[in-house]
């Protein structure tokens, strides 16, 4: 997937035109690209169209105006962006109780490890989770995380086959959940995986 250009972002003047538009458009898209794995963690799987609204949504709140700053802000939001064979997503973990966010956060030490997070694709295959590191320090955990999911040909067409079942998998000591991957959802992902 082709990485963001500055000349794709509008300034702020500009996007203020277009901004209920494009805001109702990331919305709709998002229905299908977003999943919700148990009660407390949700994936959004980022595409150009997700990436290029976050920026213009953080050029617009921090009042950017300066071109230097303005790709900064592209260079950062582009490592959200998938490369060949992958899939990107911010994970969070949704703590609605502000009591119980750190109890609760604590409990989620070490869900950024390898083999926690993954796409068990048919009886067979798996797709782990990648994650960015820097989100979390031995006694303290981010409520959001960046995740890949590096896909082989074969897995990619595991995931294209509509008779195969996929699910994406938590599997951490606290949080053992499951959750198939609606064929909607699906067939939106396999667009990013096979985009030239």
Request: avoid cysteine; proline fraction near 3%; aromatic fraction near 8%.
């Amino acid at each position: 997937m082709k990485k963001i250009q500055f000349n794709e972002i509008k300034n702020i003047l500009e996007y203020e035109k277009i901004r209920e538009t494009l805001r109702n458009h990331v919305i709709r898209l998002k229905k299908n690209r977003r999943l919700q794995v148990g009660d407390l963690i949700s994936f959004l799987f980022e595409n150009r169209e997700t990436v290029i609204f976050q920026i213009q949504e953080m050029i617009r709140a921090e009042r950017i105006v300066e071109d230097a700053k303005i790709q900064d802000e592209i260079d950062v939001y582009n490592q959200l962006i998938p490369d060949d064979g992958e899939l990107s997503a911010t994970m969070f973990i949704e703590i609605e109780e502000k009591e119980k966010i750190k109890e609760l956060l604590d409990q989620m030490m070490g869900i950024d490890q390898e083999g926690t997070v993954y796409f068990k694709i048919g009886e067979t295959q798996q797709v782990p989770g990648i994650f960015e590191a820097g989100h979390s320090k031995e006694d303290k955990i981010s409520a959001v995380h960046y995740v890949r999911f590096r896909f082989t040909p074969e897995q990619i067409e595991g995931l294209r086959n509509e008779h195969e079942e996929v699910s994406l998998v938590v599997d951490h000591p606290n949080y053992r959940r499951r959750k198939e991957v609606p064929l909607e959802v699906r067939r939106e992902l396999v667009k990013d995986l096979v985009e030239d």
